[in-house]
């Protein structure tokens, strides 16, 4: 970028993005801050200063064990967006490659499939999983979160496919190159990207859904969205058990997207943008 | 090379998602239209029997049916217009040079990696609640009586955190589509003297058309199926004034264990989805294709 | 494709689920003080039974409620136990979803079990559900503050009075208000007060056929009552704070009374949580001048095995050890007879030790025997329930009108177009469910 930019000016917007970014930000921070604040401590004025106890994490463990759980939540997103990226990635290369007429509608009537009120549907999918054998089970959670986010993938990878210019196709079959080298050599280095951006913002919203994840799960499968449901408004006092609870089932997901925000923004980079 | 092979085999990778989603689409509605047309509570299994179109005059005639519908809208627009505005603006912040944007943009993404029900569990207890959240203690600070935010702005108190989850989402894709702006063209723009507003509307706004036709179809399709925010923070009142459709759903369907009501409310969701959906496509459709 | 996958994956599911160990018992239960207690002290119960796994599933209230009862209708069998409220136990027991606890053994003293509690527990002489802890609800009030005003709380207050001593106990200045209520709409939280509130000035929901009696003077003057305290002593933000909202309060020190659920007595008068412990009065719940009812409030947790539990005897063990004697012996021994779960048994309220730790003993046993749920109301009615109608129908029911009286705390809405509103509301859903032909 080749403007000019005055010390100056730097600093009037830097300081003003981290305010904006500090705002954001804060309802996750004040959590995290009171998660260490004795129960008294949490419901007695604004401190962003708490007295450190670890109290609330060992009252939190011994009500209920967070591994469990937690790898509970690690399996149902990985493996449902494992399983739909194996059943996107074919069809969104099909749509992106060989388009016909309906390729739109069919990509809208995929999305249009989400619209369908999760309550309403609850008891029929309820008998489904009971008749299959499903309740309770990962598996059965697995699919059910590959379904409803296999719309969202297929969406977001035909947007990346899309991007990759057809005339380098055909320059690598006018050398002579194989389909095998045309997609091991040309293909892939260009859809990695939006792949792995895809893969990430799927792992975040399976690990997050909130619905039937609780719903359709008992103790086996229950991942740390039913941990939650534990420590929601408990009598008696409850704001920093709470907010320890709320840190253990969200900073696995946190981290990890800090540590890839990177390839995430490359991947939304190379989709959404013309 | 022969078409009909592409397209035959075009047909064949598409077919496994299709297949699924298909199978996922048919049999859940089948089963929810039967239910729709059988008067059938949950508690009462003894007594189920056809009911015609009787379940769904009774969800239409729900007295908070309108209010539902017209908070559903309020409760799209708003959040949408939150996000996209200030994705926006903050894209615009975080594409300027400053020191540690990368932490900033950290910080900035953080709430959409939060599960819903603890924004709303957060928000609740710690910022908003009337005694102990941090509004309050900033009001009392000033001296001011401390608003009680869900009784008094319900829908307003749920947009807000709604929008506080999505902005994220919304902010990263604009970012994204700011920073591919070309440089050369932005400079060309200073140099013919356009000032900063010119430039946004002729230059940055129409390079931002797509992003923001993603941003919204997206969060459309989260937005209107938007409830465990609302059970969590104001159950759907004072009143009927956070009530929307979903919500009015859950209410039928799993407090009334009105199964034949749910059911119906179910498809009336889906048709007007669809048909927001539809117009949704006609006005902003078009850029995708550009 | 898809279709051979789900297949495949339901047989590998089943497989596996053959294999589980047969007595592992499933139990769900609500995240209360009372019941995490119990699940800690669940190794007494395998290190006597070692044939007997326990895995708990504890979720919130209303998370636990739609959960299990989705699970029971559609014949789910994931739980062996459940913990459930004296609201669902009849309802259920007519479906045939609980089977009989039978099997309890000849050391659980039945007769024992305080016989209001029993009563609604019990179908056809056979008892459905155990009682874990049960409660009524009573005035809790400041001592120290009643003193000050130079009032003399009776034994068995009326509603003039205690409307007259919340006005002159609340300081606005100090931020104590005179009077603490639910507010926040719910058919387990306004309603239940609002409703008790009603049978105490002698109202009822439903006349002998069903028709909801909202346009009655009983309705209009309990509800202007409710609304016009609320305005006057009631702390701000009335509209959203439930139980355990009031309960920080009362424990802050900021309400000079708290009319709720006895169970609330061991919170407010625990030293470790609350900054008012030595100061605490009980009385019982008002009623108005000239009607003989004092609410009628009757709750109970109770635990119950569902017809689909395949492990029924190792469940009724289980139920045996936890509502029993022994249990709440063990608790004492633990934690202090302070912390037992009260309200179910006799024994209890005659134990020295109990009523010497809990100074809320006697004025729960009172109000307790006070509430016969057969006969809630002054004028007949053909329902059953106290603070609730144990009809299906009542949970949607309850939570929209509890909207609707919400919106009326909140300065949003009249209490005529609420009482309008709900009469409305209840006539539509009475209706559609055959009540009123």
């Known amino acids: 970028m080749a403007r000019k930019t005055t010390t100056q000016s730097k600093i009037v917007w830097t300081v003003i993005a981290w ?71 074919p069809a969104a290369w099909a749509m992106a490659f060989a388009p016909t007429k309906r390729t739109k509608d069919v990509l809208m009537w995929m999305l249009s499939t989400k619209m369908m009120p999760a309550v ?77 951006s895809t893969l990430l913002l799927n792992i975040i919203l399976a690990w997050n859904e909130a619905f039937w994840t609780i719903q359709l799960s008992t103790t086996n499968a229950a991942p740390l969205t039913a941990f939650i449901a534990s420590f929601s408004s408990p009598q008696g006092l409850f704001w920093a058990k709470l907010s320890a609870a709320s840190t253990m089932a969200i900073a696995p997901i946190l981290i990890l997207g800090w540590f890839s925000q990177k390839q995430l923004v490359r991947g939304l980079t190379f989709g959404a943008v013309k | 090379m022969a078409t009909q092979n592409t397209k035959t085999l075009a047909r064949l990778m598409m077919a496994p998602s299709v297949i699924a989603l298909l199978v996922w689409m048919v049999i859940p509605l089948s089963m929810t239209l039967y239910y729709s047309f059988q008067n059938y509570n949950l508690l009462t299994p003894q007594n189920v029997s056809f009911g015609g179109f009787f379940n769904y005059q009774y969800f239409y005639t729900d007295p908070a ?106 902010t990263l894709i604009l970012l994204t589509a700011l920073q591919s702006l070309d440089g050369e063209q932005k400079e060309a723009a200073e140099m013919d003297g356009a000032n900063f507003v010119n430039r946004f509307i002729y230059l940055t706004l129409p390079h931002l058309s797509r992003a923001i036709t993603v941003v919204i179809l997206i969060q459309t399709i989260f937005l209107l199926g938007i409830y465990a925010e609302i059970l969590v923070t104001t159950n759907g009142g004072p009143g009927y004034a956070s009530t929307n459709l979903t919500f009015l759903i859950y209410r039928t369907a799993r407090l009334g264990y009105d199964v034949g009501g749910g059911a119906a409310g179910g498809i009336i969701a889906v048709v007007l989805a669809n048909i927001v959906a539809f117009f949704l496509m006609r006005a902003v459709g078009k850029n995708l294709d550009k | 494709m898809t279709l051979k996958t789900v297949l495949l994956g339901a047989c590998s599911a089943l497989a596996f689920a053959g294999m589980a160990s047969a007595e592992t018992l499933t139990i769900a239960t609500v995240n209360n003080g009372d019941m995490v207690r119990m699940q800690g002290l669940t190794a007494e119960f395998t290190k006597a039974n070692p044939d007997i796994q326990v895995e708990w599933v504890t979720l919130e209230e209303n998370v636990l409620r739609e959960r299990v009862t989705t699970d029971i209708a559609a014949g789910g069998g994931q739980y062996d136990i459940v913990t459930i409220g004296n609201y669902e136990v009849p309802i259920w027991a007519k479906q045939k979803w609980l089977l009989p606890l039978d099997g309890l053994g000849d050391k659980y003293d039945m007769d024992d079990l305080l016989p209001a509690i029993r009563g609604g527990l019990s179908m056809d002489g056979k008892l459905y559900a155990a009682p874990f802890y049960g409660e009524s609800a009573m005035i809790m009030y400041r001592k120290d503050l009643f003193e000050k005003a130079g009032l003399k709380m009776p034994e068995k207050p009326t509603w003039e009075f205690i409307a007259d001593a919340a006005r002159k106990t609340t300081d606005r200045k100090a931020d104590i208000s005179g009077m603490c209520l639910r507010g926040k709409a719910g058919w387990g939280e306004n309603m239940a007060f609002v409703s008790a509130l009603n049978n105490s000035f002698g109202g009822r929901w439903f006349d002998e056929q069903w028709k909801p009696q909202f346009d009655q003077p009983e309705w209009k003057a309990a509800l202007q009552f409710y609304a016009d305290l609320m305005k006057d002593a009631g702390p701000s933000g009335a509209s959203s704070n439930g139980f355990n909202e009031n309960l920080t309060l009362f424990q802050q020190g900021k309400c000079g009374m708290w009319i709720d659920a006895t169970v609330a007595a061991s919170f407010v008068s625990n030293p470790k949580d609350s900054k008012v412990a030595d100061k605490v009065g009980y009385a019982m719940f008002p009623n108005k001048e000239g009607v003989d009812n004092h609410g009628k409030w009757l709750w109970s947790w109770n635990l119950a ?133």
């Open chain 1, 19 to 89: 305010v904006v970014a500090l705002v954001i930000f804060f309802p996750i921070l004040y959590a995290v801050i009171t998660s260490f604040k004795t129960e008294p401590e949490a419901i007695d004025g604004f401190s962003l200063i708490p007295s450190g106890t670890f109290e609330n994490y060992i009252t939190v463990q011994t009500q209920r064990d967070y591994f469990k759980p937690f790898m509970n939540s690690v399996v149902l997103s990985i493996g449902s967006t494992i399983l739909a990226l194996i059943f996107a990635i």
């Open chain 1, 120 to 196: 309403a549907v609850l008891l029929p999918i309820y008998i489904l999983f009971r008749n299959f054998g499903l309740l309770d089970t990962r598996i059965g959670l697995t699919i059910m979160l590959t379904l409803i986010n296999l719309p969202i993938v297929v969406w977001m990878l035909y947007t990346y496919f899309r991007e990759i210019p057809g005339e380098i196709l055909e320059a690598a079959r006018m050398d002579g190159a194989s389909l095998w080298k045309e997609i091991v050599y040309v293909l892939t280095p260009m859809a990695v990207p939006g792949i792995a």
């Open chain 2, 65 to 170: 049916f309108f209010t539902a519908i017209w908070n559903t809208l309020i409760l799209v627009v708003g959040v949408l217009g939150i996000t996209v505005i200030g994705g926006i603006a903050i894209g615009l912040l975080l594409d300027q040079p400053i020191f540690g944007q990368g932490i900033v943009r950290i910080l900035v993404i953080s709430p959409f990696f939060v599960m819903p029900p603890v924004a709303a569990l957060i928000w609740k207890n710690m910022i908003m609640h009337p005694s102990y959240g941090v509004f309050a203690d900033i009001a009392r600070f000033f001296g001011v009586q401390p608003i009680d935010w869900f009784a008094q702005y319900p829908l307003f108190s749920v947009i807000v955190i709604v929008a506080w989850q999505w902005l994220p989402f919304a």
């Open chain 3, 305 to 437: 095995v569902p017809a689909s539990s395949k492990k029924a005897e190792s469940a009724q063990k289980f139920i045996a050890w936890a509502t029993s004697k022994e249990y709440t012996a063990l608790v004492a021994s633990k934690e202090g007879w302070s912390n037992v779960p009260p309200g179910t048994r006799t024994s209890l309220y005659k134990n020295e030790e109990y009523t010497k730790a809990a100074p809320f003993a006697a004025p729960t046993l009172a109000a307790m025997d006070a509430a016969d749920i057969t006969k809630p109301t002054v004028k007949p009615v053909p329902y059953t329930g106290g603070q609730f109608v144990a009809i299906p129908e009542f949970q949607a029911l309850g939570t929209t009108i509890g909207q609707l009286f919400s919106a009326v705390i909140a300065g949003q809405s009249t209490v005529d177009d609420a009482l309008a509103a709900a009469q409305a509301t209840a006539t539509r859903d009475m209706t559609r469910a055959g009540y009123i032909k």
